[in-house]
């Protein structure tokens, strides 16, 4: 929502009032920082964090309707698809980007949102939060149907403390995706990664690509100038599309990969390179140039941390996809 945090209109010459803008009071500043620690204070079975919510809702309420009501005059004088330059702009990310997806990528139909499904993954924060209620709300008034829209809480996904991320907040991502995923029918389910956390497109890539999913970004910039504006990043052939449907495998890999986590090489994990290269070089057949490839990939799962080997981040994400699947 950072948009409607700009008094003024930062890409107009004459720098006209924007007229999204809503300022938060002093209190409601310091309540937000506030509840943000209290988020990331209470454990994911604690009740105590539904209540937080609540409190949140309570709190900003006649903030956020505001917000939504400003937005809702832009898009009842400016209807989709008839938007200007400046309504690009104003959009938030999630929303722009999401309409040029439509756009380029549903059929032309008189009602291009009937048949479109969206979940909003939103993190555990409160500024998520509040954009979340603001952008749903978005959505149905530009024409997409209420049943339609999901909003999913990812609890623990937050970018204050890497460890609760790692550790709980990325396998609940990776849980709350899969459960949404029609494996039957992936070429029709697109992962919007413009909004949100920069750093975690990355990972995502890996995630999405592991379930068979494109992804796609959008420049703001460019569809304010009427330029194509989306790039689709497609999938990537993970470690699971060259292991194959061969579960003894899979099992022998995230077996190895568990033992990493609770630390049982020491300091010594030979015993790891020697059942990767046995599975990569005689199980799989691969040619050597390949598996030698592969073979560097996954030493990046592993992290030397005070002489013994823990999984990366990276190998994290591994280990709790080879478990979802």
Same mark, same amino acid.
């Given at each position: 929502m950072e948009k409607t945090r700009l008094r003024n209109l930062p890409w107009d010459k004459y720098e006209r009032k924007n007229p999204v803008y809503v300022e938060p009071t002093s209190d409601q500043m310091k309540v937000f920082t506030r509840y943000n620690q209290d988020l990331l204070s209470y454990r994911s079975e604690d009740p105590q964090r539904n209540n937080m919510y609540q409190k949140i809702d309570d709190k900003f309420s006649h903030y956020i309707q505001k917000i939504v009501d400003a937005y809702k005059q832009q898009i009842k004088q400016h209807s989709w698809p008839n938007w200007t330059a400046e309504t690009w702009r104003l959009m938030p990310a999630e929303v722009s980007s999401t309409m040029a997806m439509v756009d380029c990528l549903v059929p032309s139909a008189e009602s291009p949102f009937s048949d479109v499904r969206l979940v909003l993954f939103v993190s555990d924060t409160v500024q998520a939060h509040l954009s979340a209620c603001v952008i749903e709300k978005m959505f149905e008034d530009i024409g997409f149907r209420r049943e339609n829209i999901e909003r999913v809480r990812i609890e623990r996904f937050q970018?204050?403390?890497?460890?609760?991320?790692?550790?709980? $907040?990325? &396998?609940?991502?990776? %849980?709350?995706?899969?459960? %949404?995923?029609? *494996? /039957?029918?992936?070429?029709?389910?697109?992962?919007?990664?413009?909004?949100?956390?920069? /750093?975690?497109? &990355?990972?995502?890539?890996?995630?999405?690509?592991?379930? $068979?999913?494109?992804?796609?970004? *959008?420049?703001?910039?460019?569809? *304010?100038?009427?330029?194509?504006?989306? *790039?689709?990043? &497609?999938r990537i052939p993970t470690l699971n599309h060259l292991l194959g449907a061969n579960e003894s495998i899979v099992s022998t890999i995230l077996s190895i990969l568990n033992d990493i986590e609770k630390g049982e090489y020491g300091s010594t994990p030979k015993e790891v390179w020697k059942n990767i290269d046995s599975i990569l070089y005689c199980d799989l057949s691969l040619p050597s140039e390949v598996a030698e490839i592969f073979v560097g990939f996954i030493n990046s799962f592993i992290d030397v941390s005070e002489g013994e080997f823990k999984l990366s981040t990276i190998g994290r994400v591994y280990m709790e996809l080879f478990k979802s699947r």
């Open positions: 970018m204050e403390d890497i460890q609760v991320f790692a550790e709980e $907040g990325l &396998p609940n991502f990776i %849980r709350h995706l899969k459960d %949404r995923i029609d *494996v /039957n029918d992936t070429d029709n389910q697109w992962l919007n990664i413009t909004g949100g956390y920069k /750093n975690f497109i &990355p990972l995502v890539t890996h995630i999405a690509s592991f379930y $068979g999913l494109d992804m796609y970004y *959008v420049f703001e910039e460019a569809i *304010v100038k009427g330029k194509d504006a989306l *790039v689709k990043i &497609p």
